[in-house]
């Protein structure tokens, strides 16, 4: 499985997503999670998405486009522009030219898998090491949502502190809203209030049998509301097939910057 988390940018601080930590080549699947299986089964169903081998899309961001290929069963990514290349190898994170060319604000680590993870809720919430409780119903803007709160097993992926709080729509079963904590790189006390982020999905779109995000907004969260708007990111030409890309297409190049993980 393959997690990172939100670093606390003045792009996150704007509520962008967070990636998630290496995982191990063919990690064991795990049964899919009661609370979750009617939400999943909105999208398209766990076993398709488990059928999936590759997975990519060119991500918009404000006026920027890259194009992200993923090994959706070791997690792999490789994400090109004509700025930067970026790659998690199965062990290592790297970039060419330099860490500098991505010009994001977050470290190369961090923006190898942020995007990708917000894509693939909500089946990335039933990775193994995820931790789900039923919060009954919550209502946003005058609508009443059901609620599923998900955390991480000690030693899950960079941040096993950080939390999410998914609101799926009661009568299309759909992801609506997702709140999140930002804990990568930073120490979590016990008694520290969570922080939440908000992202918020206003199109989808159906490939391959999976209904997939088309476009998303990031917003602040103000107590139990929506704040202001903050960034957008859109999802173009995705693709899914059911091989996986082979190993060679991740490795790293000769002259790439390894970016080591929060600890080092």
């Given at each position: 499985?393959?997690r ?28 899919v999670p ?11 169903g ?14 918009q961001?404000?006026?920027w ?25 199965g ?9 500098e ?14 995007y ?11 990775d193994?090491?995820t931790r789900?409780?039923a ?12 609620v599923?709160?998900?955390t991480?097993a ?12 998914a609101?799926?729509?009661?009568e299309?079963?759909r ?19 969570p ?6 999905y206003d ?8 209904v ?5 907004t990031?917003y602040?969260?103000?107590g139990d ?10 999802f ?10 082979p ?9 790439a ?8």
């Amino acid at each position: 499985m393959m997690r990172f988390v939100l670093l606390l940018t003045l792009v996150l601080a704007a509520c962008e997503p967070r990636p998630e930590a290496p995982p191990p080549d063919a990690a064991p699947e795990a049964a899919v999670p009661a609370v979750l299986a009617p939400y999943l089964e909105a999208h398209g169903g766990l076993d398709a998405w488990r059928g999936y081998g590759t997975l990519e899309y060119d991500l918009q961001r404000g006026d920027w486009t890259d194009h992200q290929l993923i090994d959706l069963h070791s997690r792999r990514v490789l994400i090109t522009s004509e700025a930067y290349t970026i790659g998690f190898d199965g062990q290592d994170v790297w970039i060419t030219p330099d860490r500098e060319a991505l010009n994001y604000g977050a470290p190369p680590r961090f923006y190898s898998g942020t995007y990708f993870y917000f894509f693939a809720l909500p089946f990335v919430l039933a990775d193994p090491g995820t931790r789900h409780e039923a919060l009954g119903q919550r209502t946003l803007d005058g609508k009443a949502y059901d609620v599923v709160r998900v955390t991480y097993a000690p030693g899950v992926g960079d941040s096993p502190d950080d939390e999410y709080v998914a609101y799926f729509d009661p009568e299309t079963k759909r992801l609506h809203l997702v709140l999140y904590t930002v804990t990568y790189g930073r120490e979590v006390e016990p008694d520290d209030p969570p922080r939440y982020g908000a992202l918020v999905y206003d199109g989808w779109q159906e490939v391959a049998g999976l209904v997939v995000p088309q476009h998303a907004t990031y917003y602040r969260w103000e107590g139990d509301r929506l704040g202001e708007p903050r960034a957008e990111v859109a999802f173009h030409n995705v693709r899914f097939e059911a091989p996986a890309p082979p190993p060679e297409r991740f490795a790293r190049p000769e002259g790439a910057v390894v970016d080591a993980s929060p600890e080092g």
